[in-house]
């Protein structure tokens, strides 16, 4: 099968969970033999790159602002995708690319269109008024549009079945185990094992690290955590520079405190694999693949009470504080940083649970048939139709 998955800025993932998503699911479906092509940016993706672990890296161009990037780059991918390729399954990711799905539809009756919901984009505040009224109407493109719509997490299944009165596939982010047992790349941040806490996310302001910040400090103001406990935040702006220097401005003062950029690989693994806890203070989040990874990787997790948090935590798998609440996160976080042994029991129910729901080879093969049936069903509706005019 040939396969074209449009919206992520690009591959191998460096940050974003779309990112990360994308090329889990790419990554298998070329080993099991398919033709895979994932259109990327040049500003994420290195433009020398054309090929990826056996899938094939398509680079188109964009405009590259705050607002249009995005688009204009799905915009030339599904060009490209329409004009010069024959894909049998086209798949877009989130909802502002997504509106673009109306063109294949209406341009190559070929190929199957297929969309994955992630997160309800508008409630994050680093959009004007302007563009959340436009991912509003993205979000109905969204659903209404692609022949088959694919949404992360039961709480968006619900919300979007409720709102758009159709069935929607659900289909969750997913985790894999890396433990990384190397711990000297955590002396190069002054970071020793099982004596710091972690947060990974874009520095944005609904995810919430403000909060975290502000629950640490006074904390170790407070001597309620042990002596050079710290906090890792790992993590860049995307957009809103402004925020991260928020951010470091609220901590001065506490050299406990180490910002650490945007990681991945082994270094990450390894941030993963010896924190004490990992902590998941968003406002607002689809299924945080952060979160997920934290869990397979044998973490226990604090994180705001908000639903699709609350999903992946259940059955006491984590721990929830209340959302936007300073004094419940310190309560939380005091708890469990002094109670180490409590912490990891948690974190093994955790471990268990990732593993059991959240593989991403069972939720590759899931796509798969997300794609067969939908195929399926349109060769049984032309059998029919051409049936009909006999």
């Known amino acids: 099968m040939k396969i074209a998955f449009i919206g992520q800025k690009g591959i191998p993932a460096v940050s974003g969970g779309v990112e990360k998503h994308v090329e889990n699911i790419a990554v298998r479906l070329a080993a099991l033999g398919h033709e895979v092509t994932v259109y990327v940016r040049d500003t994420y993706t290195d433009p020398r790159l054309t090929e990826y672990m056996g899938v094939r890296l398509v680079h188109t161009p964009a405009l590259h602002t705050k607002h249009l990037e995005a688009i204009t780059h799905s915009l030339t991918a599904t060009l490209h995708a329409i004009f010069f390729e024959h894909y049998a399954v086209i798949h877009y990711h989130s909802i502002g690319p997504s509106v673009l799905s109306i063109l294949p539809r209406l ?26 009224l436009c991912l509003r109407i993205a979000e109905c493109f969204t659903c209404m549009v692609p022949e088959k719509t694919i949404v992360i997490s039961e709480t968006l299944q619900k919300y979007a079945t409720e709102t758009y009165k159709k069935d929607f596939s659900f289909i969750p982010n997913g985790a894999e185990v890396r433990i990384e047992t190397d ?110 990874e934290a869990m ?33 996160l310190k309560e939380k976080l005091a708890f469990y940083i002094n109670r180490p042994e409590e912490a990891k029991m948690i974190a093994h129910v955790a ?22 049936e939908t195929i399926h069903a349109y060769s049984a509706k032309g059998n029919y139709v051409h049936a009909r005019t006999k």
């Open 351 to 372: 471990k268990e649970r990732a593993e059991k729901c959240y593989s991403w080879d069972a939720i590759a093969r899931r796509t798969l048939e997300v794609y067969e």
């Open 296 to 328: 397979a990787s044998e973490r226990l997790a604090i994180v705001s009470d908000i639903p699709a948090n609350l999903e992946a935590i259940q059955n006491g798998a984590g721990v929830s504080f209340r959302n936007k609440d300073v004094e419940d």
């Open 183 to 292: 711990t000297r790349s955590l002396s190069q941040w002054g970071l020793r094992p099982g004596r710091y806490a972690l947060s990974v996310s874009r520095l944005v302001r609904h995810k919430g690290i403000h909060y975290l910040i502000k629950a640490f400090r006074e904390l170790e103001e407070k001597s309620k955590i042990p002596n050079n406990f710290k906090l890792a935040i790992v993590g860049s702006p995307a957009n809103t520079s402004e925020y991260a220097e928020y951010l470091e401005t609220i901590s001065v003062g506490c050299p406990n405190i180490v910002f650490l950029g945007e990681q991945s690989g082994s270094d990450l693994d390894a941030l993963f694999s010896h924190a004490a806890l990992f902590v998941q203070p968003s406002e607002d989040e689809g299924l945080s693949l952060a979160l997920l």
């Open 107 to 132: 341009l190559k009756p070929s190929a199957r269109v297929i969309a994955t919901f992630h997160s309800r984009d508008y409630f994050h505040q680093k959009w004007n008024a302007f563009a959340r």
